[in-house]
C-alpha cells in the first residue's frame, strides 16, 4: 500500500512538552543540572557524562526509568498521531534526544506502534543498569557537511529525511519493511513537527503547498524563521507553514485537511 505521506516529529518541544534531556537530569541531581548549564562540552557527550557521574555515586537506573514517565505528553498530540496513523500516514521521529528516553516515554504513553521509525543517538543500559549515551555520528565518524548551518555537530534531521524518503521508495525503515512507494506515484505528501533552529534543515525537503510545517510558538525555529535582516531565510520554505503553541491547534488543522 502506498502511504499517504510522511510525517516527521522533532521529539522535545515538539512531540512531547518538555526537553527529556534536561528534564531527566533534573530528576535525577541538582548538583548535575548545574553542571548542564554550566559545561562547555558537547550535548550528547555531556548527557553521557552526567549519566556515568549518576551511576558512580551510586544513582539507580530505576529512577531514570521513572523519570520517563512524568514527561509531559498532551493528550491532543496523542490524538494527532492517532489520526495520522490511521489516515495511512507513516510518522517518524528525528530527534537529538536518545533511544531509550524516547522509546521509554513513547511506551509509557502506548503509542510507540504507532512511529514506523525513530532516529536519535543510541542509547543502552550496561549489565551493572547504568545508561550509556552516545553520538548519532560519532566524534571520529565522517561529518554531515550540511551547508545550513544549522544542524547540530551529529545530527542533520534534513539528510535524515532524505534517507526516510529513500528508504520509503526501497518499501524499508531501518529493519522495518513498511509500506513502498511508487516511484511513478506523485510525490509523498509530508508534514513536519518542531520547534528548534535544527528543525529548519528538514523543512527544505517539503516541495509543496500541500506540504505542511508546523514550528512551535515562542521558540528558537519560530525566531530563526522571522529574522527581519534574512527574509530569504523563510522563502527557502515551500511548504505551508502552521504556527502552534499548544497540541490542539495541529489536531484542528490535521482534521480539517487530511
Ligand atoms: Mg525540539
Ligand atoms: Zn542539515
Known sequence: MVPAGLACFDFDW???DTDSDRFVIEYLSPVLRHKLDTSPMQWTDLQNECLKEYHDQGGSGQKIRESLTKIPLDSKMIQACQLLHSKGWVLAIISDANQVYIEGILEHYGIKNLFSAIITNPAFWDVQDRLHIQRLI?????????PTGVCSLNICKGQEVDKLLLNLNSGTTG?????????AAAPLRMLYVGDGRNDYCPALRMNSSEDIYFVRKGRSLEKYLNKAESPEIQKAILSRIVYWDRAGEILSELQSTL
Open 14 to 16: 515538539s512531540l512531547i
Open 138 to 146: 560519532p566524534a571520529d565518524g565522517t561529518p554531515h557537511g550540511c
Open 175 to 183: 529493519s522495518t519493511v513498511i509500506a513502498s512507494l511508487d516511484k
